[in-house]
């Protein structure tokens, strides 16, 4: 205030164009860090825990500087969690499958799920400059926060099998977020980008000397058809969970409510969601009506105070609508009209509560226009192919156990319960496959103990 009040009475102007004013810290508690009180925390303390990258992306990017913060070294290393930890992990897993499939040269995109990646790369790089430029430190970096979210449980989560596979275009479009990504954090997080830039790339002596990203050419279209295709998926995962069905159950259908773009959008990445649900197919319906039964019930909380000891009536009013009639009239923005002892009353959609219930034989999942509905009935193929899958999960954990480098081949033999070995000989090709097993046998024998839907199955590997 000082400053501003001598320049402008001195020269009548502001004495800086950009100003930050910076909030106290505070302990966990709400009260003013001091030493008088006993409750300041030693810098250097929570930079030796934590790191200095750490310290620096907490107060960057957890709030406005201004705000003020309640400091807490636990605070920081969720911080280290929620960031730092994923973009090393995924970082790591390049490392790893490139040094497996010695990698040299890299290709551009191949694919869909290629070409967002690269999209969402851009659109972040347009969005920190444009954040940094404003001085605004904290939306830029929980931006590069998004996208190494994005880019860690999307893209490399539904690319796994192309980094075992050597795919060089999936090589090369990690390595471009990658080193991208490195290049943003470099005023963030100076030494994690450093290290990730130096190993990844090289070509300058420091991430630091390099120019910061210009954003590229975005495909806006595939973003926003890759936004109804995760928001599908993940009303069809709280499906699955409602159900208590696992992800590795394969399930014969998923029918979800879509139109116009939204159903080119998923037509165009139809492949995608159905693994992603594990579903056989995808069928549509253009109106979520079409996957179920619609039940309305009186909201006590809104009509008890306009209704009074009239309640009884109004909620007898209400069940005998047609809740049908209501769920179109209520979309329409319109109300809809109840006689309570002779008198009419128009109630809204804050008057009513308007649940579905879903056919028989599915669970469905909804969140405003958008549903998805799971066939819950499992025949026997799909019974095995389920059991199949968690043969291979007990096999791979079993192969952790052992200490195995993910490259390593393996002789494998599997005994104990009859249904699971049925299931094993059934699909005896995916689950050498998947476990990198050269040979694989049947038969009581040693080995590790897994427990599968209460069944018991031995495992017994060795290095081929």
């Not at 599908?232 to 409510?257: D, E, F, I, W």
């Not at 769920?327 to 309570?340: I, P, W």
């Not at 804050?350 to 499992?378: T, W």
Request: aromatic share 8%; with cysteine; proline share 4%.
């Amino acid at each position: 205030y000082s400053l501003i009040a001598v320049s402008t009475l001195l020269f009548d102007k502001a004495p800086y164009r950009t100003v930050l004013c910076l909030g106290h810290i505070a302990d966990p508690e709400g009260k003013k860090m001091s030493k008088s009180l006993g409750n300041i925390v030693v810098p250097w303390e929570v930079i030796d825990r934590h790191g200095a990258d750490a310290f620096r992306w907490y107060y960057l990017t957890s709030k406005q500087p201004w705000d003020g913060y309640l400091f807490s070294t636990e605070a920081v290393g969720e911080s280290v969690r929620q960031f730092l930890l994923q973009l090393w992990n995924t970082y790591g897993f390049y490392v790893l499958y490139a040094n497996v499939n010695d990698v040299g040269e890299r290709a551009g995109p191949a694919n869909e799920l290629d070409r967002w990646a690269l999209s969402r790369l851009h659109a972040t790089a347009a969005e920190v400059r444009d954040r940094l430029d404003s001085y605004d430190a904290t939306r830029a970096g929980q931006a590069i926060s998004a996208f190494v979210d994005d880019l860690s449980n999307w893209y490399v989560r539904r690319s796994r099998r192309r980094f075992w596979d050597g795919d060089l275009a999936a090589f090369g479009t990690l390595h471009t977020c990658l080193v991208t990504v490195a290049k943003m954090l470099a005023p963030f997080c100076p030494f994690l980008a450093d290290e990730i830039y130096d190993n990844l790339d090289g070509s300058e002596p420091s991430v630091h000397l390099c120019d910061f990203p210009e954003p590229g050419e975005r495909d806006e279209p595939l973003e926003a058809a890759m936004a109804v295709a995760r928001e599908t998926v993940a009303l069809g995962m709280s499906a699955r969970m409602q159900a208590k069905l696992k992800v590795r159950q394969p399930l014969r259908a998923a029918v979800v409510v879509a139109s116009g773009h939204e159903r080119e959008a998923l037509e165009r990445l139809e492949d995608l969601v159905r693994e992603e649900l594990n579903v056989k197919e995808l069928r549509y319906v253009a109106q979520a009506d079409e996957l179920g039964a619609h039940e309305v019930k009186p909201n006590y909380r809104a009509l008890g105070p306009r209704f009074g000891k009239q309640m009884p009536q109004v909620a007898a009013a209400v069940a005998a609508l047609d809740p049908a009639h209501v769920a179109q009239a209520l979309r329409d923005g319109a109300h809809v009209g109840v006689s309570v002892d002779g008198h009419d009353h128009e109630l809204g959609p804050e008057d009513l509560q308007l649940a579905m219930k879903p056919l028989e034989g599915y669970q469905l999942e909804r969140e405003g226009s958008h549903a998805v509905a799971l066939e819950l009935e499992l025949d026997d193929e799909l019974r095995q192919e389920g059991l199949a899958r968690e043969i291979v999960h007990a096999v791979q954990n079993a192969r952790r156990s052992a200490g195995l480098d993910v490259e390593d081949r393996i002789e494998l033999r599997l005994g104990g319960d009859g249904e699971l070995l049925a299931a094993a000989r059934e699909h005896e090709g995916y689950l050498a496959g998947e476990t990198l097993a050269r040979s694989v046998a049947y038969g009581d024998g040693d080995g590790s103990a897994a427990s599968i839907e209460g069944r018991e199955l031995r495992i017994a590997l060795t290095r081929a």
